[in-house]
């Protein structure tokens, strides 16, 4: 701020005042929120006022210094020193790798004169992609109007065959070898070239899987790596050979942005990490089975740091080669599997020979038209399921509040399929103690809801692990996670009932029928994994709840002793932050929103004591590390009828020979075992907690008591997500601390 004291004299007739303390005096008269505008001032005038004029070197490219010319004038034909030619390519690698990180191309890549001279104008053949090449081929021309906004309307020499450029790589590499260079610099530079040979031949791989298994050239890219930054050191500066002045000639609407340097060290170790995402993707894909496949998907793009784009580009790929599942399974039968494996063990819905019938009367020939459209509607939403999962994390939940929504009206239309192919299949209603009158099973909606609530605990326990929630928030949506668990055991309930039924059903016609012990066994094998399948599933979710009822309990005693801290609402109230925090469940059908009075009730617990609400969350808190150990027992791919010797065996004989290597049984066990790290975390506060509250009710039956609040001398903290003291990003353990 100016002193008042100070008056600026600009010209005899003209003095400057300091209005400093009057425009102080002006807005204090101002009400929070008030604008104050001009109707004069236009929108005109207020991009003009932002500075957006021509003659401002921050927003004009054109913008020539005194003496500097319009373009660069490096010469790229000069002959370079052996140690100038290893900085070049050193700094062009740096420059990519900050592309891959996401920077734009004309902050990184394109800032290179050479690649520049060798794009433009666009080559015909590789001999033509020469630097001497004449410019008046594009001089003074107009540029392409119609030009990807990423590649700024230059080629990419994507029209040209890898092998050609692999072929001009092994011409270097022969030239180098008959070249009189020393050796100290001949082979920095061999390296450089073996580097991108090896570089160029995974990323062909990558286009098909049966070659991408193949991991050796992403390994000899590690390598080589490890042998570039040995001699990074000797490189020498070329000044020129990068220059932002490229930016003039660029197809773009942008301002002119800075150049994007990172060191050295930072681009090796991104693109050694990127190699090995690469390799260690080979384990994600190889998996098999719906379940199995979503987990490890969220398991390997949960790391961190997190995968690069372009890896997760490729998994998306991968996901949808051929139109194939991992190129091994169509949609219709990735979804059969799963419907098989869920909800319709040995079922005639699901057998492909009903495909096979062309009798518009058979009624194997409609349930075939009805499953086909029941493919159709939900291929494209299933699929994206898996896809979404392979995004960013903060997109990941995102796409899962637009998922949601999609799947609840998909649900409405599967349901009306269910009624139709009750009529074909001539099912029964069955008593479920769960519903008021006898009910028909639904196996497509029941598993689409299953699907569901899955999605929802899923947005729930991200916004954990993305900060979304304030402190005060979270015993809300604590409670809210448990309310989903709850409704979601109710719903496993249900669907091994009816299985388990139709399993009973089928035995018991096949002793009717008097067929043979080996049939009726046959029956049981194809029931009793699926039941097994569900019962797993169901302790899963259950050890979800206990710990989501644990920590909300916790929290609701902590927010009654006002140790949360609570945010001033200048412009917010209670109930229109929960409608923002629910905005994803607003048009659900099932399971409806509770209203805001309902949900308020039951998260603070009205008429409940402090102590017995710590008494909930300490038997909570028991119980949600016993069922998280039994989860960790189950174990990733302990299928059906395997015994404990031979998981613990595949256990053991699959561990990674590299401990930077990716392997998703350890993922999902150290996943488990840091969860149950959260449950002992949890229960110490408890503990505490009760310790504190028990001392305080004896005190008051002994001597009176007093009025102090028995919590006063307690600090709570919340460690965000990879801190110290986070043993789950899923799970917000408060840390509390006794001074």
Known sequence: MADKSITRVLSQKMQAKDITEDFHQAAAALDTGQLVKDEYFTLLESVNALGWQIGDPKMDSGLLQPGESLLEEYDVCKELLPEEVIWIMDQMLCHEVAWYMGHPLSQTLFTSVYVDRLLLPEPRSLEDAQFWRNQAAHSGGPLDEDFSSQLYNRPLLHKFDVDEILLLLDDAQMYLETSSLEAHLRSPLEH?????QEFLSALQKDMSISDYKNTSSYTGV???????????????????????????????????????????????????????????????????????????????MFRKPQSSPYIRALLQLHLARNDKIFDRQSLRDFIFADLESLVLPDSILLDRENEKVETPSDFRFKIAVLMGDFVQRIGSAYWSSFRSACLNRA???????????EWDNLQVGVEELDTSLQDLTGERPLEY???????????????MYHWKLHQLRCILQMGFELSVYLPNELAGMLWYTCHICTTHLAHLNRMSFFVEEEGRARKAEANKRKQSAKNIAKISDKFDPVLWRLDRQFHHVRAHDNLAEALHALYTVLARHNLLRRPSKLYSTDKLRYELRMKAFLSLGIPQILPFEDFNRENLLDGESDTAIIDRAYRAAGEARRAWEEVLQDGWDNEWKETASVAQKSRSGNKSDSANEFNVQEA???????????????????????????KALVDIKGNGGTKRDPLHDIKVEIPSPGEKGSYSALWPVPKIIET
């Open 395 to 405: 997109r990941v939940r995102r796409t899962l509040c637009h998922f949601v929504a």
């Open 192 to 196: 450089r070239l073996i580097f991108r």
């Open 668 to 694: 999902w066990t150290a996943d488990i075992k840091n969860t149950i790290r959260a449950c002992i975390a949890t229960n110490i506060g408890v503990s505490i907690v009760k310790k504190r509250l028990e």
């Open 222 to 300: 590690i390598s080589m790596l490890e042998q570039i930054s040995q001699t990074h050191e000797i490189g020498s500066a070329v000044p020129g050979s990068f220059s932002l002045k490229l930016q003039r000639t660029m197809a773009s609407s942008v301002p002119p942005r800075p150049m994007v340097n990172i060191p050295f060290s930072d681009a090796r170790f991104f693109l050694q990490r990127l190699c090995q995402d690469a390799v260690d993707l080979i384990q994600v894909i190889n998996v098999k089975g719906n379940e199995k496949i979503y987990h490890a998907i969220h398991l390997f």
């Open 433 to 447: 103690s769960g519903s008021p009158q006898p009910s028909f099973s639904y196996p497509l909606s029941s598993w």
